[in-house]
């Protein structure tokens, strides 16, 4: 029986379509195929990667639904499909890559960038900009750190396989 923090199979089925129905208008829009476009100066990849941010977590919701929900530990169920983790891992390694894409392209792509913020708290509102150089160091240590979590992701990953494919000649 799933706890309150789990979604139970169809929740997940709704989330997951609601997803990917968001993930289509930046993609259509970044393959030129419909009318809306980003801002001008921006390359239809990055609202492609922004889309497929979307995308992907919508097809780990549906996976999720596919493999009858997860555990109360919040993993995968013991009975859960043999295609179901793999395609999760491909999955989240490209939306933080994706998302590292982006944040590249904002900190060291060409061009002039905006930048502002807002701490919005009861009864007052603090609003800033900042100039283009301060945006693109944010931008660019949050991108050097994603990408080093995909390459840590890579490492982990192939370490693990390796470690099973050893166990599995042992045996």
Known sequence: ?????????????????????CALTPILAGLRMISTWPTAGTPGWVAVCSGVVFLFAGLIFLSDAAAGGLGPNGLLLDTAPAWVKPF????G??????LASVTSWV?????ER???SQL???FV????????TAGRWAFGIMAVAMWIMVAAILVL???????????????
């Open 1 to 21: 029986m799933p706890t309150d923090s789990q979604l139970t199979p169809r929740q997940a089925v709704i989330f997951g379509s609601i997803c990917i129905a």
């Open 88 to 91: 999760q891992w491909v999955a």
């Open 93 to 98: 390694l490209a939306i933080v890559a994706s």
């Open 107 to 111: 900190a060291f792509g060409s061009g």
């Open 114 to 116: 905006h930048f502002s």
């Open 120 to 122: 919005s708290l009861p």
């Open 125 to 132: 509102t603090i609003r800033s900009s900042s100039g283009d």
């Open 157 to 171: 990953t192939a370490r693990d396989a390796l470690a099973k494919s050893r166990a599995k000649r042992a045996t």
